[in-house]
């Protein structure tokens, strides 16, 4: 069997778009980001995104994040916490 070569790679620090969706904005996210509001059975809404990997759901307390090529997905607000920090309008 062949040795293989591991190494260590670092994501490169980009500054993206995100916000986080509450029950006010819900609407004006989905128009950001070319979403569509629902309806939920319990009483509340979510959003569906039209992604690349195909349409993905933000639900309340979830961030929409638009990415480096312009396009727009769905993150937890726990996993959107350990992965990005806010920055300043300068960085």
């Not at 639900?59 to 993150?75: H, R």
Request: proline share 4%.
């Amino acid at each position: 069997m062949q040795d293989i070569a591991i190494k260590r790679y670092r994501k490169r620090p980009i500054v993206i778009e995100a916000v986080l969706t509450t029950q006010w904005n819900l609407q004006r996210v989905a128009e950001w980001c070319n979403g569509w509001v629902v309806p939920d059975w319990g009483g509340s809404e979510y959003l569906r995104i039209p992604t690349r990997e195909g349409v993905m759901t933000a639900e309340i307390g979830d961030f929409v994040i638009k990415g480096t090529a312009n396009e727009f997905y769905p993150c937890k607000g726990d996993v959107f916490d350990q992965i990005y920090e806010e920055v300043g309008d300068d960085d």
